[in-house]
């Protein structure tokens, strides 16, 4: 019986959500990022995901053989497993309503420097490289590469990244303002479930409308934003968690957040 493609995990209030090919670097087949959609979709109470990967790499990209030995038309076969497995990944990290931390240690390259980046909080180590290579094999980045990196590190970076296809270190990264942390690699895994876990203590639902007005705040104007942010404001003042942190700031105590 072969491995599960994605181990899962819960640490606590975390999900732990690991690529698991580690004698390939985590090269990720489409069944791979259709594993992590469905881990995604059934959170069973987790109030923090961090993705992380097996062995010595995050992941190296998609499994191109894979991709390559379906039959038809390789265009089509390639635009078929993104469209059906890698990107329903993505867009599922997106829609989640509690925050998101990725690991990484050596490669995070192609639909997985995609997936790394997708992250609210990305904490690289010291072997860690980010790589879109697409250009030197006449193709081009996927798993929203190109909405993202702009965005993250502005127009001239991201065209850096994207037509030289060159490799950027942890340090590099962090000094662009791509990442959130560098650490040494022995520290990887130990700093970044404290910061999940650190995420899966607060308050959730105020957490999880942060992360989608950030993200929806990249096509939206400033109009618009603030609008969404009173709306948003009515929700999270309803919660528990709000009345529970509002009684904490009279009483000059910790809160106690329950994700709710």
């Known amino acids: 019986m072969s491995a599960p493609l994605v181990l899962s995990e819960r640490r606590g209030d975390v999900l732990v959500l690991t690529l698991n090919r580690p004698d390939r670097l985590n090269a990720a087949p489409p069944e791979m990022f259709e594993a992590l959609?469905?881990?995604?979709?059934?959170?069973?109470?987790?109030?923090?995901?961090?993705l992380a990967g097996a062995g010595r790499g995050f992941c190296s990209g998609a499994d191109v053989a894979a991709?390559?030995?379906?039959?038809?038309?390789?265009?089509?076969a390639t635009e078929a497993a993104l469209t059906r497995s890698y990107n329903p990944a993505l867009l599922a990290i997106a829609d989640l309503g509690v925050p998101v931390v990725s690991a990484v240690r050596g490669p995070a390259a192609g639909i997985g420097c995609s997936l790394a980046l997708a992250a609210d909080f990305c904490?690289?180590?010291?072997?860690?490289?980010?790589?879109?290579a697409f250009v030197n094999i006449g193709l081009?980045?996927?798993?929203?590469?190109?909405?993202?990196?702009p965005r993250l590190i502005g127009r001239a970076r991201a065209a850096e990244m994207m037509m030289l296809?060159?490799?950027v270190p942890a340090a590099r990264a962090l000094e662009w303002g791509m990442i959130h942390r560098v650490v040494?690699?022995?520290a990887l895994d130990a700093e970044a479930l404290?910061?999940?876990?650190?995420?899966?203590?607060?308050?959730?639902?105020?957490?999880?409308?942060?992360?989608?007005?950030?993200?929806?705040g990249f096509s939206s104007d400033y109009a618009a934003a603030m609008t969404r942010e009173a709306a948003d404001q009515r929700l999270a003042r309803g919660s528990a968690d709000a009345t529970e942190g509002g009684m904490?700031?009279?009483?000059?105590?910790?809160?106690?957040?329950?994700?709710?």
Not at 41 to 49: E, M, T
Not at 140 to 149: E, K, Q, T, Y
Not at 248 to 254: I, Q, S, V
């Open 67 to 76: 991709v390559a030995l379906r039959e038809g038309d390789p265009g089509e």
């Open 37 to 50: 959609t469905g881990a995604l979709r059934d959170l069973a109470g987790a109030r923090a995901v961090l």
């Open 165 to 167: 296809g060159e490799r």
């Open 194 to 216: 404290a910061l999940a876990g650190r995420l899966a203590a607060g308050p959730t639902v105020a957490l999880g409308l942060m992360r989608r007005a950030l993200h929806d």
């Open 184 to 186: 040494a690699d022995d």
């Open 123 to 132: 904490v690289a180590s010291d072997s860690a490289y980010f790589l879109h």
């Open 140 to 149: 081009v980045p996927d798993g929203g590469a190109s909405w993202m990196l």
């Open 248 to 260: 904490a700031f009279l009483n000059k105590r910790a809160p106690a957040f329950r994700g709710a």
